[in-house]
Nanobody, 128 residues
Framework: QVQLVESGGGLVQAGDSLTLSCAAS????????MGWFRQAPGKDREFVAT????????SYSDSVKGRFTISRDNAKNTVFLRMSSLKPEDTAVYYC?????????????????????WGQGTQVTVSS
């Protein structure tokens, strides 16, 4: 299992930028694929971005593509989500997650049920 702790959330205005961090412990960080998901009130948890083992391959949901960037620092056991041009509809609790599922390691995953470890979440609120 991987233990995950998110940080960096807060209240920002539309158009601002914010960077979330997710610190991992408990297992070799470089052996897991990482993802960011978010959940707004009354909505299902949705995929935001994922990054594979070595950090060379990333994918994003259409709603954040071009505005958000996922990255990882394996030396620091940390994954980041850089969010730019934030919109009120980006308001949600953001969660990082880790998976060792073989298909996710090879191809990337956007299904939250494929991720076995989750952080506690960090609130991001974007005001208009």
């Amino acid at each position: 299992q991987v233990q995950l702790v998110e940080s960096g959330g807060g209240l920002v205005q539309a158009g601002d930028s914010l960077t979330l961090s997710c610190a991992a412990s408990g297992r070799t960080f470089s052996s897991v694929a990482m993802g960011w998901f978010r959940q707004a009130p009354g909505k299902d948890r949705e995929f935001v971005a994922t990054i594979k083992l070595s950090g060379g391959t990333t994918s994003y949901s259409d709603s954040v593509k071009g505005r958000f960037t996922i990255s990882r620092d394996n030396a620091k056991n940390t994954v980041f989500l850089r969010m730019s041009s934030l919109k009120p509809e980006d308001t949600a609790v953001y969660y990082c997650a880790a998976t060792m599922r073989a298909s996710c390691l090879a191809y990337g995953c956007d299904d939250p049920s494929h991720f076995g470890s989750w952080g506690q979440g960090t609130q991001v609120t974007v005001s208009s």
